[in-house]
T-cell receptor
Framework: DAGITQSPRHKVTETGTPVTLRCHQT?????MYWYRQDPGHGLRLIHY???????DKGEVSDGYSVSRSKTEDFLLTLESATSSQTSVYFC??????????????FGEGSWLTVV | QQQVKQSPQSLIVQKGGISIINCAYE??????FPWYQQFPGKGPALLIA?????SEKKEGRFTISFNKSAKQFSLHIMDSQPGDSATYFC????????????FGKGTKLSVKP
């Protein structure tokens, strides 16, 4: 594994409640990403970060916010969870250097169910 | 222009056969094309990647073929094994500041004994 820890790994929550997923890396990579994976949709980028306090939206950012106060931690928050946010969430890291500059490495995933 | 189209959605191959997964892209600025392999319950892992200055890259039983003029690239798995059964994702990006990977929707490969 690429030194990425996601927590929690599994969570069941109720509609309307806030949820925060945490990604912690030990690789000191500059870039961190949050993806969601759903059947038939593949991997879709939610938000990404290119440095401490530097974040940007991805393809499916509505309903999600992120924060990065330290190089090693990237938090994904669902302010008010909805059933459509039931998904598997993957954190990924990368440093965009060298010949494999755009390679990213994924964590093990966080399974979120909103009931 | 940002899409990466992957086919087939699912693939069943006999042990020892060749598995072929295809991807097509539209953005001519893309210059990095990786393939990821994902086993159930796990995160995707980089399998092999290619840049457009070469037409083919081989690593063991896995080969990427790249056709720049057709804007297509494919993954070939030779001598497919049951342990290769997984979901495979192609992806593409450019090297600029907005160079996030764009993923295909995935191909579920089943290799029958």
């Amino acid at each position: 594994d690429a030194g990425i820890t996601q927590s929690p790994r599994h969570k069941v929550t109720e509609t309307g409640t806030p949820v925060t997923l945490r990604c912690h890396q030990t690789e000191n990579h500059r870039y961190m990403y949050w993806y969601r994976q759903d059947p038939g949709h593949g991997l879709r980028l939610i938000h990404y970060s290119y440095g401490v306090k530097d974040t940007d939206k991805g393809e499916v950012s509505d309903g999600y916010s992120v924060s990065r106060s330290k190089t090693e931690d990237f938090l994904l928050t669902l302010e008010s969870a909805t059933s459509s946010q039931t998904s598997v969430y993957f954190c990924a890291i990368g440093d965009r250097t060298g010949l494999s500059g755009n390679t990213i490495y994924f964590g093990e995933g966080s399974w979120l169910t909103v009931v | 222009q940002q899409q990466v189209k992957q086919s087939p959605q699912s693939l069943i191959v006999q042990k020892g056969g060749i598995s072929i997964i295809n991807c097509a892209y539209e953005n001519t600025a893309f210059d990095y094309f990786p393939w990821y392999q994902q086993f159930p319950g796990k995160g995707p892992a980089l399998l092999i990647a290619i840049r457009p200055d070469v037409s083919e890259k081989k690593e063991g039983r896995f080969t990427i073929s790249f056709n720049k003029s057709a804007k297509q690239f494919s993954l070939h798995i030779m001598d497919s094994q049951p342990g290769d059964s997984a979901t495979y994702f192609c992806a593409a990006s450019n090297g600029g500041s907005q160079g996030n990977l764009i993923f295909g929707k995935g191909t579920k490969l089943s290799v029958k004994p």
